[in-house]
C-alpha cells in the first residue's frame, strides 16, 4: 500500500504522519495548512488490478489580516494588505470606505516553522494623500476588516519609557491606536531631539537643577518611515555623569514638521557602588567599581563598598536573582535590618520588603565585581 500527498509520495516512518498496523489509517499529527491537499491510497496486488482512493482534507480557519503602507515615491504610496486563513480568503481593499482599489500584485508567502504557515498579501499603488482604507477579507469561517488611517501631519506628542538595555530610554512614536487600527504619515522622519538637564533632591525631596537644559539633535535611522513606532537612545554614550540623575525630554520631527515635547522623565546614570541611590524612579544598575566591564577590569584586593537604594514610594526595591551572589541586601538602610536571603522561587526576582534597602560588598581578592540591575516592583512586568 503507497500513500501520496498531493502526488508526492509519503514515507514512512514520519515526523508528521502515523500509520496503522494495517495501512489503511493515516493519522495527521499537528495539522498546519501545509498539510492540507489531496491525499491517496494505492493498494496493488498480483491477482487484481490496482484500487485508489483519493481524500481532500481541508482545515477551517477564520481569516485575520493588517494593513499597512509598504512604500513611498514622491508621488504616490504602496498600500499592502498582508493575511491568512483557510480555505484561501476573498480579499478587497478599499479607500474611504467607498472606492474599491486595483490590486497592482498578490502573492503567497510560507513562513517556514510557524504555527500558521501560509500568508497571502496584496497590493495597491495609490496617489499620495490623506485618506483611509480598509482590508477585507472572508471565507467560509468568518471574515475580518483591518483599517489604515494615511495622514500628512507633524508626528503626535512622544513618550518615553525605559529602553530594553539598562543604559538606553526608548522614545515612543506613533499615536494611539484602537484594535485593527493602523496609522502611518506621508512624510517621513527625520530626526529627534532631547533636552537634557541634570538635577538633584534638596533636603525636602525636590527637585534642584544641576545645569543648564542641554539640547541634542539625532538623526532618525531607517526603518521607522511609515508607522512612527519607537527610536532606542543609548544615554550611556552621551557623556552623562556617574551617579547622577537627569530629567529628560523629547520631540520628534519629519518633513512635515516637529512634535511637541514629551513629559519629562527622570534618568538615573550608572551608580557605583559606594553612592547612595536618593529617590528609584524606574531603575538603576549598581556596578561595584568605576572601571567595572565584566572581562578585564578588576578592582582590587580588600574592596568593600555600602550603598543605599530608596523609593520615597512605598515601593518594594527587586534584583534578578542571579545577580546578588556576590553581594548582602538589607531589608532596610539601618545596621539592625534582616538580610534579604536568596532563596528560590518561581520568579527571577527577589524582592524587599521595605521601600529602602542596603547593599554591602566586601572582597578580599582582586575581582572583576558586580553589575546588579535594581528595579522598582511595580515597574516589573512579572508582578
Known amino acids: 500500500m503507497k500513500w501520496t500527498h498531493n502526488e508526492i509520495d509519503i514515507y514512512f516512518p514520519s515526523a508528521k504522519y502515523d500509520l496503522s498496523a494495517d495501512q489503511q489509517k493515516l493519522t495527521i499529527k499537528n ?20 484500487m485508489m482512493k483519493r481524500f481532500h482534507v481541508m482545515t477551517l480557519m477564520e481569516p485575520l489580516s493588517i494593513i499597512f503602507v509598504a512604500d513611498r515615491t514622491e508621488y504616490d504610496i504602496k498600500v499592502s494588505c498582508m493575511f491568512h486563513g483557510s480555505p484561501k480568503p476573498n480579499f478587497k481593499l478599499v479607500e474611504n470606505e467607498l472606492l474599491p482599489l486595483n490590486i497592482s500584485s498578490e502573492r503567497k508567502i510560507k513562513k517556514v516553522g510557524w504555527l500558521i504557515n501560509i500568508f497571502y498579501q496584496i497590493d495597491a499603488i495609490v496617489e499620495k494623500k490623506n ?40 522614545i515612543h512614536i506613533s499615536p494611539k491606536k484602537k484594535e485593527n487600527f493602523e496609522v502611518a504619515f506621508l512624510s517621513p522622519l527625520s530626526d529627534y531631539k532631547l533636552l537634557i538637564q541634570k538635577v538633584d533632591f534638596d533636603a525636602n525631596r525636590t527637585f534642584v537643577n544641576v545645569s543648564d537644559v542641554n539640547e541634542l539633535v539625532f538623526p532618525i535611522e ?37 512634535s511637541e515635547y514629551s513629559d519629562w522623565y527622570t534618568y538615573l546614570t550608572k551608580h557605583v557602588c559606594g553612592n547612595d541611590v536618593k529617590k528609584l524612579f524606574d531603575h538603576v544598575n549598581l ?78 581578592k582582586k575581582s572583576l565585581g558586580f553589575s546588579i540591575h535594581f528595579e522598582r516592583k511595580s515597574k516589573i512586568s512579572d508582578f
Open 287 to 364: 556596578v561595584s567599581h568605576e572601571t567595572y566591564d565584566g572581562e578585564f577590569n578588576f578592582h582590587p584586593e580588600n574592596y568593600e563598598c555600602i550603598s543605599r537604594i530608596s523609593t520615597f514610594a512605598n515601593d518594594s526595591i527587586c534584583a534578578p536573582y542571579d545577580q546578588l551572589n556576590l553581594v548582602e541586601v538589607y531589608d532596610d538602610i539601618d545596621e539592625n535590618a534582616p538580610i534579604i536571603l536568596r532563596k528560590s522561587t518561581n520568579s527571577q526576582w527577589i524582592c524587599s520588603k521595605n521601600e529602602r534597602i542596603r547593599i554591602v560588598y566586601d572582597s578580599h
Open 222 to 258: 531607517e526603518g521607522l518611515d511609515f508607522d512612527y513606532d519607537y527610536a532606542d537612545i543609548q544615554m550611556n554614550l552621551l557623556n552623562l555623569s556617574l551617579n547622577s540623575m537627569y530629567n529628560v525630554k523629547a520631540a520628534v520631527a519629519n518633513t512635515f514638521g516637529s
Open 31 to 50: 495539522i498546519t495548512l501545509n498539510e492540507i491537499g489531496d491525499y491517496q491510497c494505492e493498494v496493488e496486488s498480483n491477482f487484481s488490478e490496482s
Open 131 to 170: 485618506a483611509t482604507y480598509s482590508c477585507q477579507v472572508s471565507n467560509k469561517a468568518g471574515n475580518h476588516t483591518s483599517f489604515l488611517k494615511v495622514i500628512e501631519s507633524n508626528p503626535p506628542k512622544p513618550r518615553i519609557t525605559p529602553g530594553q538595555s539598562d543604559y538606553s530610554l526608548r
